[in-house]
C-alpha cells in the first residue's frame, strides 16, 4: 500500500487523455479558437511539405515561426502531427499538468516534505485555481510546468546540473511564454547554490533556443508593444477585492472590467499550508507580494508605474498573481505537516475567520461548500490542537474542495459542439481580406459568452478553420506599422483609402442603419452583416502614382500574374508604361525581394504599403520569407544541443567515478530546509 502512495498523485491529470473517448475534449477560454487551429495549422503546414515560416492569413501576413505561442519546435506540440484534434489538445494539457505536478512534488521533497506532505502538494499543484486558469491560455501552462524542473535541476549536486538545466530552460522556452519564462529563470538564478553554473546553464539554454528566439526578438521590436500600447496592456488587471478569491471561489468581480484570471483560488487550508511551508523564507514573501503588487497596480492609480517596471511589454497584469501563488504551491507539503504537527493555530484561526466572512457575504451556496465548510473544520481544528486527525480531515476537504472548484475550469465539452455544420462566412472564403473593427468593451463581453460570437466576429484563429483571411491579428504582438494602418483605418469614411489598399475586399459590421459607400451587403447573420468592398485593391497593383492617402490610385494594366503563398510572393508585368508597384503586406523582417534576379529594397509607403518603381516592358518580382537570421541561429542552436548531451554524458561519468556522487571537495549542493 505504501509503495503505491509512493507513487503519488501527479499522474491523475494523465487521465484527461480519455476524454475523448466519452466524446469530449478540453475547452476553456482560448483553447479552442485559439490555440487549437493554431496547432492544427501548424501541423498541416508542416505535413504539406512547407516551413511553416509565415502565416498570410491574419496580419497582411505575420511571422508565425517567431512566434512562440505556435510552437513549431516544441516537442509535446507535436502530437497534433499524428492525433486527431481533440485527442492531441487533451493529452497535452494532462501532460503538462501531470508535468508541474511532478516538479512541484519533487521540489516539496527537496524542502522537507514527507510522504503526506508530497501528496498534498501534487494534488494542489494539478487543482489551483491559480494553475487551471492557465490551462485556458495553453503557452502559460507548458512554460509554467517546467519551472520546478528548472529549479530541480539547478539544486543538482554535480556538473549535471549544467545541461539539465539547460535542457529545462530550452523546453520552458520553447513552451511558449516568453513572461513566465523570464519569470522562471530570475527565480532559478536567485535560490540556486551556485549561480555561476546555474548562469552557464542558463546560457546554454538560451543558445539551444536561439534558432527562434532571435527571431522573436526582432519580432517585438518591430511589434506594436511598448507605452504607446498602455490601454491594452493594462487589461486584465485585479482589483484588491479580487485576492478574496484565493480563500473563495468566484471572489472575482468584472465590474465590467476584463478578468484574465478567472479563479485564484486555494481555499483556506491549502493557503494555511502554503504560508506556514514559507514563513520563514521572508525572500520569497516578498517576491510574491511584489508580483501580487503588480498584478493590482493598474486597479490602484499605478498604471504608470507598471508600464515603466514592465518596459510595456507585459500585457495582462493578473498574470503575475498566477505566477505568485504557483511559487507557493511547493511549500504546501512541509506546511501541510507542520499543520499536522500542530503548529500554525494562530494563523488558521485568522484566515478561518476572514473565509467565514467572505462566504456570509456572498449569496451564492457554492461558496460554503468549497470555502466554508474547510473553514469551519479548520476553525474547529485550531480549537482542538490535540486532535491530529480532525487537522488531517481538514487537509482532505480543502483538497476535495480545491479539486471541486478547480475542475470546472478545465471546461470539458462536446467535441462535436466545437466545429460548426457549415461556413460562417462562406462568400468571404476567396481567399480575400476581411477587416473588422477592434472590439469595444461590450462587444468583447458579447465575444466571450461562446464560439458562435467569436465565428461572426472573427478573432483568434478560428478563421483557419473556415479558410478566411484576416487584415489584422490577435497574436500577441501585431507587427506596428499594421496596428498603426487599422488604428487609421477605423476612423470611418474619412480614411477609406487605408481600407481599400489594405487589400480589405470584406468588411464585417454590426447590423446598423446605412450602407457604406461603394460598399454591398451580402449576407446578414447573428446580428452581424458581411459586407464586400467594390473599391477594394487586389494585394498586389501597378498604380501610376507612389502611395499618397490624399489621392485616389490610378490602377494601370501591367500585372499579368501574381501569387503570394506559403512564404513566397511572385509578380509578373507586361507593362506599357512606366508606373509603382503597390503591395499591401505586412513589412515583417525577413523579406528579401528580387527583380528580374536583380536584389532589390521596397519603399516604405504610408501604413503597410510597400512600393516599387517599375519601368515600362516585362518584369518579375520575387519575394522570399525567412525568419531572421536563421542560418547563423540554427548553426548556434545546433551546437549548444550537441554541447547539452556532450556535457551531460561527461558529468555522468565523472559522477559515477567519484564516491560521493558529486564533486569533490564540494557540500553537495545542500538545501536549507529550515
Excluded at 5 to 12: C, F, I, N, P, Q
Excluded at 248 to 259: F, K, L, Q
Excluded at 462 to 484: I, K, M, S
Amino acid at each position: 500500500m505504501r509503495r503505491v502512495a509512493g507513487l503519488g498523485l501527479w499522474w491523475v491529470p494523465l487521465l484527461l487523455a480519455l476524454a475523448p473517448l466519452f466524446g469530449r475534449t478540453p475547452a476553456h477560454r482560448d483553447l479552442i479558437d485559439f490555440f487549437a487551429p493554431m496547432r492544427a495549422t501548424t501541423a498541416a503546414t508542416i505535413a504539406g511539405g512547407t516551413a511553416p515560416w509565415l502565416n498570410l492569413a491574419n496580419g497582411c501576413g505575420e511571422a508565425w515561426f517567431a512566434n512562440p505561442e505556435t510552437a513549431v519546435l516544441y516537442p509535446p506540440a507535436w502530437l497534433h502531427m499524428v492525433l486527431p484534434g481533440p485527442w492531441a489538445m487533451a493529452f497535452e494539457v494532462g501532460l503538462h499538468l501531470a508535468l508541474l505536478s511532478f516538479g512541484a512534488g519533487c521540489l516539496a521533497r527537496k524542502l522537507g516534505a514527507g510522504l503526506a506532505g508530497r501528496l498534498v502538494t501534487e494534488v494542489a499543484a494539478w487543482s489551483a485555481g491559480p494553475v487551471l486558469v492557465t490551462v485556458g491560455v495553453l503557452n502559460n501552462l507548458e512554460t509554467l510546468a517546467w519551472l520546478p524542473l528548472m529549479v530541480l535541476a539547478s539544486w543538482v549536486p554535480d556538473r549535471r546540473s549544467t545541461p539539465l538545466l539547460a535542457a529545462a530552460t530550452a523546453l520552458a522556452w520553447l513552451g511558449g511564454e516568453p513572461q513566465v519564462w523570464a519569470m522562471g529563470v530570475v527565480l532559478v538564478l536567485a535560490v540556486a547554490p551556485r549561480r555561476g553554473r546555474a548562469m552557464v546553464g542558463v546560457a546554454i539554454g538560451v543558445a539551444v533556443v536561439a534558432v527562434q528566439m532571435i527571431p522573436f526578438v526582432v519580432w517585438v521590436a518591430e511589434g506594436d508593444r511598448g507605452p504607446a500600447a498602455a490601454a491594452w496592456l493594462l487589461r486584465g488587471s485585479l482589483a484588491p477585492a479580487d485576492w478574496g478569491g484565493v480563500l473563495v471561489p468566484r471572489g472575482i468581480e468584472t465590474g465590467g472590467r476584463m478578468v484574465y484570471a478567472e479563479s485564484l483560488f486555494l481555499g483556506p487550508p491549502l493557503l494555511l499550508c502554503a504560508l506556514l511551508g514559507g514563513w520563514r523564507r521572508k525572500a520569497l514573501l516578498a517576491a510574491v507580494m511584489f508580483l501580487g503588487l503588480l498584478a493590482t497596480l493598474p486597479e490602484i492609480g499605478g498604471e504608470e508605474i507598471f508600464v515603466a517596471v514592465t518596459g510595456g511589454l507585459v500585457r495582462y497584469p493578473a498574470r503575475f498573481a498566477m505566477v505568485g501563488l504557483a511559487m507557493l504551491l511547493p511549500f504546501v507539503g512541509r506546511g501541510a505537516e507542520a499543520w499536522l504537527a500542530g503548529r500554525g493555530r494562530m494563523l488558521s484561526l485568522v484566515l478561518s475567520a476572514l473565509t467565514l466572512v467572505l462566504c456570509a457575504a456572498g449569496s451564492h451556496p457554492w461558496r460554503w461548500w468549497v470555502a466554508g465548510a474547510p473553514a469551519a473544520m479548520m476553525l474547529v481544528a485550531a480549537l482542538n490542537p490535540q486532535r491530529r486527525w480532525l487537522r488531517g480531515a481538514v487537509l482532505w476537504a480543502g483538497g476535495l474542495a480545491m479539486i471541486g472548484a478547480g475542475l470546472p475550469l478545465i471546461d470539458l465539452k462536446p467535441t462535436a459542439e466545437l466545429r460548426p455544420a457549415s461556413a460562417t462566412w462562406p462568400e468571404a472564403g476567396d481567399g480575400g481580406r476581411i477587416f473588422t473593427p477592434t472590439p469595444a468593451e461590450d462587444v468583447m463581453r458579447w465575444l466571450a459568452s461562446g464560439l458562435t460570437p467569436r465565428r461572426l466576429w472573427p478573432v483568434g484563429y478560428l478563421n483557419l478553420e473556415e479558410g478566411l483571411v484576416l487584415a489584422r491579428t490577435d497574436a500577441p504582438v501585431a507587427n506596428g506599422r499594421l496596428a498603426g494602418h487599422l488604428e487609421i483605418t477605423e476612423q470611418g469614411p474619412i480614411r477609406r483609402w487605408w481600407l481599400d489598399v489594405l487589400a480589405a475586399r470584406w468588411v464585417i459590421l454590426p447590423e446598423g442603419d446605412g450602407l457604406p459607400v461603394r460598399m454591398e451587403e451580402i449576407r446578414r447573420s447573428g446580428g452581424m452583416r458581411l459586407l464586400r468592398n467594390l473599391d477594394a485593391l487586389p494585394e498586389v497593383t501597378l498604380v501610376a502614382d507612389r502611395p499618397d492617402p490624399e489621392k485616389v490610385p490610378r490602377v494601370i494594366a501591367g500585372v499579368t500574374e501574381w501569387a503570394l503563398a506559403a512564404n513566397r510572393c511572385h509578380v509578373s508585368l507586361d507593362g506599357g508604361r512606366h508606373g509603382w508597384l503597390w503591395l499591401s503586406i505586412a513589412p515583417v523582417e525577413g523579406w528579401r525581394w528580387t527583380l528580374d534576379g536583380r536584389q532589390i529594397e521596397l519603399e516604405q509607403g504610408p501604413g503597410i504599403m510597400q512600393y516599387l518603381e517599375i519601368p515600362a516592358g516585362r518584369h518579375r518580382l520575387e519575394g522570399r520569407y525567412l525568419p531572421p537570421a536563421l542560418l547563423p541561429a540554427a548553426v548556434m542552436s545546433g551546437v549548444a544541443a550537441v554541447a547539452v548531451i556532450v556535457l551531460f554524458a561527461v558529468a555522468t561519468m565523472r559522477a559515477r567515478m567519484t564516491p560521493s556522487g558529486g564533486d569533490a571537495g564540494q557540500r553537495g549542493g545542500h538545501i536549507d530546509t529550515r
